[in-house]
């Protein structure tokens, strides 16, 4: 009895579960500019795992929506739980998964959790045998990552650039986001400004870096 206290208090709530059961669990992370499909692929990745007879939980973090979904630019969407960066994850997670135990994660809008939350979500895969599967942009307006994703870099089990081609305007590989306000490319501010690639008073558009360099959004 001593023993497994001793494996619940250095694992944490789920701490007896590892103690017993090797876990293969991982954390995998996905990134990609804005328009690369990530939130379409974290829909089909929940999709696809509920398939399969697995439990999981969907996460989101300041959806473009402002509610508590994962909504992508293709139309499709699905009732997610909304973090703050006040909370912590593996409080959160923990407490769901011992009354409804869990497989998977899938949280999107990943860039936006802190590192401290990046390392919850790790503990919920390390402890609990839980897979998580993080989606989110590498950089934020002045192509500097966010800390967010640099610490899902850090130490996610895998790390994953999107496939899909997303293009500049010139025809070149955009792999950087610019902040568009008053048609001029912005290189202050809040890093957290949320906007979609739509017309609006803040918008995005994916670069190449030679044109993110120039601040060009078009010809």
């Keep these: 009895m001593d023993q497994i206290d001793d494996a619940a208090h250095a694992g944490g709530v789920c701490g007896i579960i590892v103690s017993m059961t090797a876990s293969d669990a991982e954390?995998?992370?996905?990134?990609?500019?804005?328009?690369?499909?990530k939130s379409t692929f974290?829909?089909?990745?929940?999709?696809?795992?509920?398939?399969?007879?697995r439990s999981g939980l969907l996460l989101t973090m300041m959806d473009r929506s402002a509610e508590p979904v994962v909504t992508s630019r293709i139309g499709l969407r699905a009732q997610a739980l909304a973090l703050g960066a006040d909370d912590d994850v593996y409080a959160i997670v923990t407490d769901r998964h011992l009354h409804d135990p869990l497989d998977y994660l899938v949280c999107d809008e990943a860039q936006f959790l802190t590192p401290e939350q990046v390392e919850q979500l790790a503990r919920v895969v390390d402890d609990c045998g839980v897979d998580a599967f993080?989606?989110?942009?590498?950089?934020?307006?002045?192509?500097?990552l966010f800390s967010g994703s640099a610490r899902l870099v850090?130490?996610?089990?895998?790390?994953h650039r999107m496939q899909a081609i997303v293009l500049c305007w010139c025809g070149r590989p955009a792999f950087l986001n610019a902040r568009i306000v008053d048609g001029q490319?912005?290189?202050?501010?809040?890093?957290?400004?949320v906007g979609d690639t739509?017309?609006?008073?803040?918008?995005?558009r994916a670069l190449c870096?030679?044109?993110h360099v120039a601040g060009r959004t078009k010809p």
């Design 27 to 37: 954390l995998i992370f996905y990134h990609g500019p804005m328009g690369a499909g």
């Design 42 to 53: 974290a829909l089909q990745t929940h999709f696809n795992q509920g398939q399969q007879g």
């Design 134 to 144: 993080a989606f989110g942009l590498l950089t934020d307006f002045r192509s500097i």
């Design 154 to 159: 850090e130490i996610a089990d895998e790390v």
């Design 185 to 193: 490319v912005a290189r202050t501010g809040e890093v957290v400004a």
């Design 198 to 204: 739509g017309d609006g008073p803040v918008m995005y």
């Design 209 to 211: 870096r030679r044109h």
